[in-house]
């Protein structure tokens, strides 16, 4: 993925009201971003960390700049707009970068599924083959170089996840893939400490036929690519 018009970098003030960001261009000049991500944002909104930031040439927007990478103080860059997840997956399964989901002919977005009614992010088909239910997931919360999904508790992650369950149960592949948009984590484990709940989920899902993916995303203020599998570690190390 490619931004263009290229992003352009600004200081951040603060982010408030969870979708609004205040900054202050090179030039001095103060700005609201929308900020698409409703999340914690746990270590990617901290004052005086350069925002980069796209904007629309709609007229109909109220605010026409989006916030789109974090680069932090210490040089990580963070992809914060959750939209972009899928665009990356979808992305790089049609590049063949991710091989546990190539061989497919056709590729669907936002499938209606699942006895709780919901949407599945991504479907892969082949005449050849059982269908592929994918879910996205982006994974932005690092403690050094660990990642953890989610950043806060997410009744609606469960959700997937007993979906996901359900479309492994009747004989289709089932997948959820993490894409990592952090540029210092080097694996990946469910954040038990945050949201124990799904992550005896996740583990229960492995266990009933639910695959784990983990692509980390090459991430600079031109260009984001999923490029690379991560550990998936399940089981915290004291057990």
């Known amino acids: 993925m490619q931004f263009s018009p290229p992003l352009k970098s600004a200081r951040l003030i603060q982010r408030y009201k969870r979708f609004l960001a205040d900054v202050v261009t090179p030039e001095g000049e103060e700005l609201t971003l929308h900020c698409p991500n409703t999340g914690a944002m746990t270590g990617c909104a901290t004052p005086g960390d350069t925002v980069w930031y796209s904007t629309s040439d709609s007229k109909t927007r109220k605010y026409a700049h989006t916030w789109e990478i974090t680069e932090t103080q210490n040089g990580s860059f963070i992809c914060v707009n959750t939209l972009r997840a899928n665009q990356l ?5 049609l590049s063949s970068v991710i091989p546990e989901l190539a061989g497919y002919s056709a590729l669907k977005s936002e499938v ?15 005449d050849d083959r059982r269908n592929c239910y994918i879910e996205v997931k982006s994974v932005t919360l690092a403690e050094g170089e660990n990642g953890y999904f989610p950043d ?10 007993r979906e996901l369950m359900g479309v492994a ?15 210092a984590i080097t694996r990946f484990s469910p954040a038990r400490h945050i949201d124990p709940k799904y992550a005896q989920l996740l583990n ?29 570690v399940l089981t915290p190390e004291n057990g």
């Open 89 to 93: 997956a979808k992305e790089a399964i």
């Open 112 to 126: 209606k599924y699942g006895e709780e009614r919901s949407r599945i992010d991504l479907m892969l088909q082949a």
């Open 152 to 161: 806060a508790v997410t009744e609606r992650g469960q959700k997937h996840l």
């Open 169 to 183: 149960a009747s004989g289709d592949r089932a997948v959820i893939l993490f894409a990592v948009l952090h540029s």
């Open 204 to 232: 229960e899902a492995q266990n009933k036929g639910v695959e784990i993916l983990a692509y980390k995303a090459e991430l600079s203020a031109d260009t984001m690519t999923l490029i690379e599998p991560l550990p998936v």
